[in-house]
């Protein structure tokens, strides 16, 4: 995945309202984990790539954590998954 850190920052930043710096470093681990998964695993449904990354951030992310991630995560499926998004809303 490190090699991969540039591509899935900019893909995950446009759904951010702070920076990347700004971020809760576990947060930001699970959320460059989930936009990971949404860009290369194709296998991997979105719904459970989302509910993966609320399931890791309940555990392990601050209080609210999973509240921010589900936003984040909300922004970025339709982004990188556009065709499998629009197909699940029919």
Do not use: W
Not at 53 to 71: P, Q, W
């Amino acid at each position: 995945m490190a090699t991969n850190q540039t591509e899935i920052d900019t893909a995950l930043t446009p759904c951010l309202d702070l920076t990347i710096e700004e971020l809760d470093p576990i947060e930001l681990a699970i959320l460059r984990l989930s936009t990971f998964e949404l860009l290369k695993r194709i296998d991997v449904p979105y719904r459970v790539v989302i509910n993966e990354g609320i399931e890791l951030a309940k555990v392990y992310g601050s209080t609210d954590g999973h509240k921010f991630v589900n936003g984040v995560l909300d922004k970025l499926a339709p982004r990188l998954r556009e065709v499998e998004v629009k197909a699940h809303k029919r």
